[in-house]
């Protein structure tokens, strides 16, 4: 009794879960260096200058996915229809417990390997590949060796289950299906894939639902609150709507649908306010300005190097910048840290194109570096809206027939430009004559 008591569940206090209990094993990956790191990782970048509570980091982003995903788990495995029973894991079996755990590991790595500053200069410095393709390194470093090597050999469990490598399962779990297709090139199977959902889910998975809950109550702004106790408790594995009965998809029972509107919702309105607010895009842009022309990952040989990177090394960084004018990207560390010559972040039409900014830039003579624009490009809401909802727990439809309102919900802006303080009246005149 004396030993167990010893060994029992570790907790930590979370600002938007409660007590975050933790094993023995978690606690060996929490405490590790590359998990540590994340208390020095803003999850907002530098919003903190627009919205001052904004100082949260993706270390406890991290525990709150982890506790998110663990409900959602516990939820499908105990609400089953009878037409997918033979999918999921009984609780209590080998394959519950081997699952779980995964879930777990993985909702902890799947941020290991962000830069610093989080997502603000991420395209700029990793392409494509994301800070996915870090997390997979670091994973497969010696800093974690020692995590890995106590959970292959000490949980019982495992002998039912020998034939599977369960830190593979972590990694592919952790970065999810679609950048597991750039970076590896092994399938998911039809479990894996559900299972990968709960944390990287476009809709369903805890990352999205902790960092709206979390942003939210960090900058204190309101519209990211939103029912998720309702979402998880009617999230259910359902049939297909579009691929077949024998196609599973994490899905709700027509009960939670108000509460996927309260989300989508939620995460339109804090683009708005919060992520695609004006000053704290112009904010980033410099930010990421200058992180391109000093941190070039050329320089990044080792996932040691990567690891001695942080928010306060490139704070440091800017700090001498701003007061040296001799340092390459004076202009913009003198933007973020005194606040002065700021460019201004302005929103384009959607119809706008790139060569109507060219001609722009050509009549009145703006150098490149006075104006940048942006132009992405985004999958039609629609496809978003491809979950299945359990109508009257028996009629399977498309989440997309089921409410207006999800629909209707625009998405975020996302062409930008970022003009200098001497041309921003010329652009906004020209955005107001412009006929499109």
């Known amino acids: 009794m004396v030993k167990?008591?010893?060994?029992?569940?570790?907790?930590?206090?979370?600002?938007?879960?409660?007590?975050?209990?933790?094993d023995e094993f978690e606690k060996e990956l929490i405490d590790s260096l590359p998990f540590q790191r994340l208390h020095y990782i803003h999850q907002l970048g530098i919003s903190y200058l627009v919205y001052p509570g904004a100082n949260h980091t993706r270390f406890e982003h991290s525990l709150g996915v982890m506790?998110?995903?663990?409900?959602?788990?516990?939820?499908?495995?105990?609400?089953?229809?009878?037409?997918?029973?033979?999918?999921?894991?009984?609780?209590?079996?080998?394959?519950?417990?081997?699952?779980?755990?995964?879930?777990?590991?993985?909702?902890?790595c799947h941020d290991l390997?962000?830069?610093?500053?989080?997502?603000?200069?991420?395209?700029?410095?990793?392409?494509?590949?994301?800070?996915?393709?870090?997390?997979?390194?670091?994973?497969?470093?010696?800093?974690?060796?020692?995590?890995?090597d106590k959970l292959r050999t000490a949980p019982a469990y495992l002998e039912d289950l020998i034939e599977r490598d369960i830190v593979e399962d972590i990694k592919?779990?952790?970065?999810?299906?679609?950048?597991?297709?750039t970076l590896q090139s092994s399938p998911f199977s039809p479990w894996e894939r559900i299972v990968s959902q709960m944390i990287t889910g476009d809709f369903f998975g805890a990352d999205r639902i902790?960092?709206?809950?979390?942003?939210?109550?960090?900058?204190?702004?309101?519209?990211?609150?939103?029912?998720?106790?309702?979402l998880i408790e009617t999230l259910r594995i359902l049939p297909s709507p579009d691929r077949g009965a024998d196609e599973m998809q994490l899905g709700i029972d027509e009960n939670g649908l108000e509460s996927c509107e309260a989300l989508l919702l939620a995460r339109h309105f804090m683009h708005r306010?919060?992520?695609?607010?004006?000053?704290?895009?112009?904010?980033?842009?410099?930010?990421?300005?200058?992180?391109?022309?000093?941190?070039?990952m050329s320089a990044i040989k080792s996932v040691d190097d990567f690891l001695n990177q942080s928010d306060p090394e490139i704070i440091c960084?800017?700090?001498?910048?701003?007061?040296?004018?001799?340092?390459?990207?004076?202009?913009?560390?003198?933007?973020?840290?005194?606040?002065?010559?700021?460019?201004?972040?302005?929103?384009?039409?959607?119809s706008m194109q790139e060569k109507d900014i060219a001609d722009f830039k050509k009549k009145n003579g703006i150098d490149d570096r006075d104006i940048v624009v942006e132009f992405?490009?985004?999958?039609?809401?629609?496809?978003?809206?491809?979950?299945?909802?359990?109508?009257?727990?028996?009629?399977?439809?498309?989440?997309?027939?089921?409410?207006?309102?999800?629909?209707?919900?625009p998405e975020a802006k996302t062409n930008w430009a970022y003009v200098s303080p001497k041309y921003d009246l010329a652009l906004i005149n020209f955005l107001e004559s412009w006929n499109g």
Request: proline share 5%.
């Open 4 to 22: 167990d008591f010893l060994h029992s569940d570790k907790k930590i206090f979370d600002s938007v879960h409660g007590f975050i209990p933790f």
């Open 67 to 108: 506790a998110l995903v663990t409900q959602m788990f516990e939820k499908i495995c105990k609400s089953v229809r009878p037409d997918v029973f033979h999918f999921v894991p009984r609780k209590g079996s080998s394959d519950y417990l081997y699952w779980r755990r995964v879930l777990r590991m993985a909702a902890l």
């Open 113 to 148: 390997g962000h830069l610093p500053f989080s997502h603000v200069a991420e395209t700029e410095l990793l392409g494509s590949q994301g800070h996915e393709s870090w997390t997979l390194k670091i994973i497969d470093s010696p800093h974690l060796q020692s995590v890995w």
């Open 172 to 181: 592919k779990i952790a970065i999810g299906e679609t950048k597991w297709k």
């Open 210 to 230: 902790d960092y709206l809950l979390r942003d939210a109550k960090s900058t204190g702004v309101a519209y990211g609150l939103f029912d998720y106790h309702q």
């Open 273 to 296: 306010r919060v992520y695609h607010y004006s000053s704290v895009k112009a904010y980033n842009f410099h930010l990421r300005r200058y992180m391109a022309e000093n941190f070039p």
């Open 317 to 350: 960084s800017l700090n001498r910048a701003a007061r040296d004018p001799k340092i390459k990207g004076h202009e913009d560390a003198k933007c973020v840290f005194y606040r002065q010559h700021r460019f201004r972040a302005i929103d384009l039409p959607e």
């Open 376 to 409: 992405q490009k985004d999958r039609p809401m629609g496809e978003k809206l491809n979950f299945p909802v359990s109508k009257r727990h028996v009629i399977i439809q498309n989440a997309r027939d089921c409410s207006d309102l999800l629909l209707k919900v």
